[in-house]
């Protein structure tokens, strides 16, 4: 079957301009994980769903991220204003319930700000 | 703060040896771990996991051992095959959410 689609697979934008990231996950997955890797670094959390409510968005490094997740499915991720230090690999991971640490990962979307 | 720590970014071994990869995590909540290999332009995959119940899972090529007492976890794969050069993630968790914390990789390279 389908593994987790992911949207643009890169993307370039200047300073200052929005951007939005789109992640499809695996069809009956109910939550669903963002995260990003800037570069020599590891996966860090930003946001978990769980169907379209956010219990966790801990991760997120400003308010000028912010995601959201429609119809239990499909997720969007945006960041307002970009900033050099956003610059990285943004990837979505779903997994089949809340309690399954098992994630799939999509393969990401490498945003560069210039 | 970082609470997994890889603390190798690279590990060279020669194909048909024995890869030993290495983590450690500060956070005493975690009581699930897990290891991800990543191949270039793609998501990571997921390889192994081992609950904190217990001290050592096995799957095929792959075992991985969980020293609570110490916080450390180590991958070992045997043998190393050419397939396996990759970055390898280790990962934690320790709430419900499954929110996982990921340790900064180990480049693995096998040599023929």
């Known amino acids: 079957g389908a593994g987790v689609s992911q949207s643009p697979s890169n993307k370039v934008t200047e300073k200052g301009k929005d951007v939005e990231l789109r992640c499809d996950p695996i069809s009956g997955h109910t939550a669903l994980y963002w995260y990003r890797q800037s570069l020599g670094q590891g996966l860090e959390f930003l946001i978990y769903?769980?169907?379209?409510?956010?219990?966790?968005k801990s991760g997120l490094p400003s308010d000028r991220f912010s995601a959201e997740r429609t119809g239990g499915s499909v997720s969007t991720l945006t960041i307002q204003r970009t900033q050099q230090e956003d610059s990285a690999v943004y990837l979505c991971?779903?997994?089949?319930?809340?309690?399954?640490?098992?994630?799939?990962f999509g393969p990401g979307t490498r945003l560069t700000v210039t | 703060d970082q609470q997994v720590k890889q603390n190798s970014p690279s590990l060279s071994v020669q194909e048909g040896r024995i890869s030993i990869l290495n983590c450690d995590y500060t956070n005493s909540m975690f009581d699930y771990f897990l290891w991800y290999k990543k191949y270039p332009a793609e998501g990571p995959t997921f390889l192994i996991s081992i609950s904190s119940i217990k001290d050592k899972n096995e799957d095929g090529r792959f075992t991985v051992f969980l020293n609570k007492s110490a916080k450390h976890l180590s991958l070992h794969i045997v043998p190393s095959q050419p397939g396996d050069s990759a970055v390898y993630f280790c990962a934690a968790s320790g709430d419900s959410w499954g929110k996982l914390q990921f340790g900064a990789g180990t480049q693995v390279v096998v040599t023929p």
């Open positions: 991971a779903s997994s089949l319930a809340r309690s399954s640490y098992e994630q799939y």
């Open positions: 769903f769980q169907g379209n409510s956010a219990p966790d």
